[in-house]
């Protein structure tokens, strides 16, 4: 990407994450748009999980949110398990950043590819997330490890780190 391309996509990506943080209660747009929701994916992939800006999940997520599938972390549902996910994940791997290989976006959902990067031997952490979106938020968390020897439900192996 270029730097030219790389500020604007940046300076798009701040400006949605002040009006949304701004606007964190009640829902907005009853309707997702494309951009919104990758947007709000990056900002996931970006803040929340690469930079751990927990307090983003409240305007990214809706109070409910239900984090399902094989990878589903004992944390529990609602903004606040999320919250522990989060936490517990950036803790077994401080070092570790979220790449996303691919992203498809297909009504209401978002599905993305992502890996884990760092220092570490070994295999690369992947996974596939899907993203469901009520209104201009996630509702519901689809998580996938895609190679279980390097992901462990809501922990990454110390390798990744």
Same mark, same amino acid.
């Given at each position: 990407?270029?730097?030219?391309?790389?500020?604007?996509?940046?300076g798009?990506?701040?400006?949605?994450?002040?009006?949304?943080?701004?606007?964190?209660?009640?829902?907005?747009?009853?309707?997702?748009?494309?951009?919104?929701?990758?947007?709000?994916?990056?900002?996931?992939?970006?803040?929340?999980?690469?930079?751990?800006?927990?307090?983003?999940?409240?305007?990214?997520?809706?109070?409910?949110?239900?984090?399902?599938?094989?990878?589903?972390?004992?944390? /529990?549902?609602?903004?606040? *398990? &999320?919250?522990? @996910? =989060?936490?517990?994940?950036?803790?077994? $791997?401080?070092?570790?950043?979220?790449?996303?290989?691919?992203?498809?976006?297909?009504?209401?959902?978002?599905?993305?590819?992502?890996?884990?990067?760092?220092s570490?031997? /070994?295999?690369?952490?992947? *996974? &596939?997330?899907? @993203? =469901?979106?009520?209104?201009?938020?996630? $509702?519901?968390?689809?998580?996938?490890?895609?190679?279980?020897?390097?992901?462990?439900?809501?922990?990454?192996?110390?390798?990744?780190?």
């Amino acid at each position: 990407m270029t730097g030219a391309l790389k500020s604007q996509t940046q300076g798009r990506r701040q400006l949605m994450l002040k009006e949304t943080h701004a606007n964190a209660e009640p829902f907005g747009n009853p309707q997702s748009t494309r951009e919104g929701m990758v947007n709000t994916v990056d900002c996931y992939f970006d803040e929340v999980l690469g930079h751990g800006r927990l307090e983003l999940i409240d305007a990214l997520m809706t109070p409910g949110v239900a984090l399902r599938g094989p990878g589903r972390p004992e944390s /529990g549902d609602g903004r606040e *398990g &999320l919250r522990r @996910f =989060v936490s517990k994940l950036r803790g077994s $791997a401080p070092g570790a950043r979220f790449a996303m290989e691919r992203r498809a976006v297909q009504g209401n959902k978002v599905a993305v590819r992502w890996r884990a990067e760092g220092s570490h031997p /070994g295999p690369v952490p992947r *996974g &596939l997330y899907v @993203f =469901v979106f009520e209104g201009d938020r996630v $509702a519901e968390l689809w998580m996938h490890d895609l190679d279980p020897d390097s992901c462990s439900g809501a922990v990454l192996s110390r390798r990744a780190a």
